[in-house]
């Protein structure tokens, strides 16, 4: 497992590629990576999770869980049922 803080800071989309597909393809490694605005959704990986923390009205923060398979993504919310009830009850 390899970690990565703002790893691509600086470098521009074609290096950005070319470093994902370094560490997704050539070397098959498992990594996490910490960005402001990288998201990595790229044909050079394979598959990959990103989770992004978000504030929602009258609620605590909560995760949304966006899965990338190579050519498709999809969107979870994690957690969205619990937040809903918390801000109902908090609401009467």
Same mark, same amino acid.
């Given at each position: 497992?390899?970690?990565?803080?703002?790893?691509?800071?600086?470098?521009?989309?074609?290096?950005?590629?070319?470093?994902?597909?370094?560490?997704?393809?050539?070397?098959?490694?498992?990594?996490?990576?910490?960005?402001?605005?990288?998201?990595?959704?790229?044909?050079? $990986? @394979?598959?990959?999770?990103?989770?992004?923390? %978000? #504030?929602? +009205?009258?609620?605590?923060?909560? !995760? $949304? @869980?966006?899965?990338?398979?190579?050519?498709? %993504? #999809?969107? +979870?919310?994690?957690?969205?049922? !619990?937040?809903?009830?918390?801000?109902?009850?908090?609401?009467?």
């Amino acid at each position: 497992l390899v970690a990565l803080d703002e790893a691509f800071a600086g470098i521009d989309r074609s290096g950005q590629q070319q470093l994902l597909e370094v560490l997704d393809d050539k070397f098959d490694l498992d990594f996490v990576l910490t960005s402001e605005k990288l998201w990595c959704f790229e044909p050079q $990986v @394979h598959r990959l999770g990103v989770y992004q923390l %978000r #504030r929602f +009205e009258g609620a605590p923060v909560a !995760a $949304v @869980h966006w899965r990338w398979w190579g050519d498709q %993504r #999809r969107k +979870e919310m994690v957690g969205l049922h !619990a937040i809903t009830e918390d801000s109902e009850s908090h609401a009467a």
